[in-house]
Structure formats: C-alpha cells, structure tokens
C-alpha cells in the first residue's frame, strides 16, 4: 500500500494544494503529470468530489503555481 495520493486532475491537486496538504511534488510519467500528496489528502480528494469549497482566490492563486511547477518537469 502507497503511502502518497497521486492525481492527474490539475484541478483537484490545485485544491489539495491550497489545503496546504504537505509534502507536494509532481512527476511526468510517460507524458502524463501527476500531483503527489501525503495520503492524508485522500480524505480531502474525497471531500472536494462532494462540493467541498473554499474561497477563489486561494484556488486561482494554487492553479497558477502548479502551471509553473508543472512547466519546470515537462
């Protein structure tokens, strides 16, 4: 069993970003990025699927960081 929480989804990782979850790092895989978290964000991936919300601007402001990260891999 992992002990990370991996997504492609740039929306959810820019969610669990701005959570603040710890421990984020990306990878390029075969052409594909992935967000990898603690797993102590699965519950929070969870929560965001149900409607979790959280205000715009932490959510814009986290998009924007991980377009950059996600630039510096590729």
Same mark, same amino acid.
């Given at each position: 069993m992992e002990s990370i929480f991996q997504?492609?989804?740039p929306g959810l990782a820019a969610?669990?970003?701005a959570r603040a979850h710890p421990g984020f790092a990306t990878k390029n895989q075969q052409g594909t990025i992935f967000f990898i978290f603690p797993r102590e964000a699965e519950?929070?991936?969870e929560?965001?699927?149900?409607?979790?919300?959280?205000?715009?601007?932490?959510?814009?402001?986290?998009?924007?960081?991980? #377009?950059?990260?996600? #630039?510096?891999i590729q």
């Open positions: 997504t492609s989804d969610y669990l970003f519950s929070s991936a929560a965001f699927y149900f409607g979790a919300s959280m205000p715009a601007k932490a959510l814009v402001n986290a998009l924007k960081q991980l #377009e950059v990260m996600k #630039e510096s």
